[in-house]
């Protein structure tokens, strides 16, 4: 992935991307309720901490700095905007796209055990 992908990741906001998420999760028939639960198995951060960095309006370099990451994050693999996320070297991209992979199953109607790599 080039630097300047790495660097326009990094200095998004995760308030830009958020409803977007929620946009996609809701158009396939799954609730904010379940996206937010995804994000809180991959970050640690609960609803109301959500809520709190989407008015902070915080970077995703923020986001993913106070983030306490799954320790079973490293087993989300796959295709996400046509690069592998196991592959990926920048650790703050590949995290965005960790997000990103477990929205995308969401909004594919995977087993939330699946997507949450419990099972």
């Known amino acids: 992935m080039a630097s300047s992908t790495d660097d326009r990741l990094a200095s998004m906001t ?3 991307v958020y409803p977007h998420y929620v946009t996609k999760v809701e158009r396939k028939g799954r609730t ?9 198995w ?20 923020e986001f993913f700095a106070l983030a ?3 320790p079973h994050a490293h087993l989300i693999k796959g295709l996400i ?6 592959e990926i070297e920048n650790l703050l991209s590949q995290k965005v796209r960790y997000l990103d992979k477990l929205v ?5 109607g995977k087993k939330m055990e699946k997507i949450l790599r419990t099972a």
Do not use: P, W
């Open 14 to 16: 995760f308030s830009s």
């Open 32 to 40: 904010k309720a379940k996206l937010n639960q995804v994000i809180e």
């Open 42 to 61: 991959l970050t640690g951060f609960d609803e109301k901490k959500i809520h709190e960095l989407i008015e902070q309006k915080v970077t995703f370099e």
């Open 68 to 70: 306490n990451l799954n």
């Open 81 to 86: 905007c046509g690069y592998r996320v196991e």
């Open 104 to 108: 995308d199953e969401l909004a594919k």
